[in-house]
């Protein structure tokens, strides 16, 4: 039998990251969910009053070390040391790659692979003395259909599957499965700019002619997460409706 899960998502104040909290929420009856929020908590205090005593608040600054350990000792006081994490939070700014800032090129690297390095860091220890776990990066179709006016985006998320990759070679025999998620454009989760006619360029150019439910995401994160993917390690797959 596996351990009791206790999982740490990033990013869990936005739609893909409340969706799969909820998703293991309500499937796993015995999984502790920390909820890592740095600002707008609104809806996931909502969820944290949802499911009383077993979702769970988790301040977190993604890109500061100290924050991760802050974190991770708060999870280990709730109940034990964590051992599911999804590696969620992130942003983009776009801009040509010729008018990009030096700003946007390294807040955006910062939030979306730098971050994801120092949380996989973070787990290793408290994973490793178990020997088992799970960690789950959510990347981007970005990383591998990689469109203009994304080159900071596209090379963060192109960097979290490297380091996928690695990280599950490194860890393949403690226990331990390392996998990426690639989702395409996710219901709710549309750039605030897109107008009515570009929402329906982009569906009519998706094989499905849809965007992703949020649960559809979810639901492949909640499998990578449990007992049952124990073979499954390395992984980056494309959740876009047939778009690659």
Not at 63 to 80: D, K, N, Y
Not at 137 to 157: C, E, I, T, W
């Amino acid at each position: 039998m596996h351990p009791t899960r206790r999982i740490l998502i990033t990013g869990a104040n936005g739609i893909l990251g409340l969706a799969t909290a909820n998703y293991f929420l309500e499937r796993d009856r015995d999984c502790q969910v920390f909820l890592g929020v740095r600002e707008k908590r609104e809806r996931a205090e909502a969820l944290v009053g949802e499911f009383a005593g077993r979702a769970f608040l988790c301040p977190l600054e993604i890109t500061r070390a100290e924050a991760w350990t802050e974190a991770l000792s708060l999870i280990e006081a709730q109940g034990g040391p964590l051992n599911v994490l999804i590696n969620n939070a992130g942003y983009h700014d776009d801009a040509l790659l010729a008018t990009m800032t030096q700003s946007q090129w390294s807040g955006v690297l910062e939030a979306n692979l730098s971050a994801v390095f120092l949380g996989c860091q973070a787990v290793m220890k408290p994973m490793m003395m178990q020997r088992w776990g799970r960690i789950v990066n959510v990347a981007s179709l970005s990383a591998l259909h990689s469109p203009a006016g994304q080159a900071n985006y596209a090379a963060a998320k192109a960097g979290v599957l490297g380091l996928t990759q690695s990280l599950a070679k490194e860890t393949a025999r403690l226990g331990i499965t390392v996998n990426a998620i690639c989702p395409g454009h996710i219901e709710g989760a549309l750039p605030q700019e897109w107008t009515e006619e570009q929402i329906k360029v982009v569906k009519r150019e998706t094989p499905m002619r849809r965007f992703a439910r949020p649960d559809e995401i979810a639901a492949v994160v909640f499998f990578l997460a449990s007992a049952e993917a124990s073979y499954m390690t390395g992984a980056s797959l494309k959740l876009d409706g047939g778009m690659v």
